[in-house]
């Protein structure tokens, strides 16, 4: 491995730091005695560095969810998606209830013609166990399947509740959040 010093001496690197004699540039009569501190990195050092950014960024862009289990009422449409919860994550509050799901489905979602398609989402929902409402708390696509891949954050109206419609999703996550079988 090359190493440059100040006075542009060029030496192999033998041990953690060189020592390199040479007539100093300034003053041709003084001999210019230093330690080599800049080192040039091999390439494999920069991949390192590259590669664990892109680690760190992976890491990042997965969502840090427990397992997920599968939801699975009669009323649910299997074939085209199936939906699921993380009841690690399920917090009660007096009649609150939060919740997140994952909706994984068999077909890529979106328009052809859109920014963003889609094979899979999650939200995350607080129920209103006694009044039988549904709000959306934060809302996120994923290029692949059960919330893998790249992420896009959607706009959530979080002040927007809306009726638990029977035979539906929501109805489901209600059942489940709420104790009501």
Known sequence: MEEYSPCGVHARRTEAIAT???T????PVMSCQHQVRHVLKPPSAYLAGFWS???VF???NVPAHGKWVALEKGYL???LQAVYVDPDTTQRE???VTIWQLTDFKWMQGSARGPSRFLSTTTHKQLDCRE???RLLAYREFSLQMGTGIRVDGYVDKDHWLPVEPQS???ALWELACGQE
């Open 20 to 22: 390199a004699h040479s």
């Open 24 to 27: 100093c540039p300034i003053s």
């Open 53 to 55: 950014l892109i680690t």
């Open 58 to 60: 992976f890491l990042f």
């Open 77 to 79: 449409v299997p074939g």
């Open 94 to 96: 007096g009649n609150l």
């Open 132 to 134: 039988k409402l549904v």
């Open 169 to 171: 999703i929501n109805y």
